[in-house]
């Protein structure tokens, strides 16, 4: 099986501070691959060099065969950024009605398409409300459906249940694990331990290196610990005892 992403020994600096060191990492089709590591580590800038939002000072990343930046490979792949970029002054169906018009979608199926993704996150009751009156955790749903509105190959999502209740956060990953079983690949970054459970695989990331990878129970394992905050303590303290040179 072909990764549909490859990061090749990826180093990135800003005022001469690297941010990102020697980053290689492989993502196959019909996984949940989760980034973790505390605010700071390096996963947003790792996600926006997969992205092709930000260029990598040395190494390549390349999505389904292609170098990034790559404009037509962005319409494979569904995003959620970190900061919500929603119209305020529109409402959220017509914000997921202006995202779903920027993909080849048939425009007999965008009416469906924006009431499925919407149902994901419980915002169906919300939909003619400006999104100026949305609370966070609303602008954060709305930013998640926006990101499944295309049913893109790759789903890129940045810190995606932040702000989200349990309840839902539970349905919403009863819904990625499904768009997993459809052999479609999910990259989460995230900081919540709860979640990075919920992944097939784990880069944790630490100062902008990958100190340690493998399946939740593989970590756990590799540790000799009962959940994964306590590997992710270990692996730092183990980092610190042998520093990765730059």
């Not at 490859?6 to 996984?31: A, M, Q, R, W, Y």
């Not at 605010?39 to 040395?58: F, H, N, R």
């Not at 049913?151 to 990953?173: F, M």
Request: with cysteine.
């Amino acid at each position: 099986m072909e990764p549909l992403i490859t990061v090749t020994n990826v180093d990135k600096n800003f005022n001469n501070h690297p941010v990102l060191s020697s980053i290689n990492l492989e993502s196959f089709p019909g996984k949940i691959l989760g980034l973790i590591g505390p605010s700071g580590a390096g996963k947003t800038t790792l996600i926006k060099v997969i992205m092709g939002m930000e260029q990598p000072d040395t190494g390549t990343a390349t999505i389904l065969d292609k170098q990034m930046p790559n404009r037509i490979v962005l319409e494979d792949i569904g995003f959620m950024a970190q900061n919500d970029a929603l119209y305020g002054s529109l409402t959220g169906r017509e914000n997921l009605k202006f995202f779903a018009s920027l993909f080849a979608i048939d425009r007999k199926l965008i009416e469906n398409r924006i009431n499925y993704v919407a149902s994901i996150v419980n915002l169906i009751p919300d939909l003619n409300k400006k999104v100026s009156n949305y609370s966070g955790g609303m602008k954060r749903r709305l930013s998640l459906a926006i990101s499944l509105i295309s049913d893109p190959k790759i789903l890129i999502l940045d810190e995606p249940t932040v702000g989200i209740d349990p309840e839902l956060r539970c349905q919403i990953w009863k819904e990625l694990k499904k768009y997993r079983d459809e052999g479609k690949l999910i990259i989460i970054t995230t900081h919540v331990m709860a979640d990075a459970a919920q992944c097939d695989e784990l880069e944790m990331i630490r100062d902008g290196h990958i100190i340690s990878s493998g399946s939740p129970e593989e970590l756990k394992a590799e540790y000799n610990a009962d959940n994964l905050e306590d590997v992710f303590l270990k692996a730092g303290e183990q980092n610190n005892e042998n520093p990765i040179d730059n």
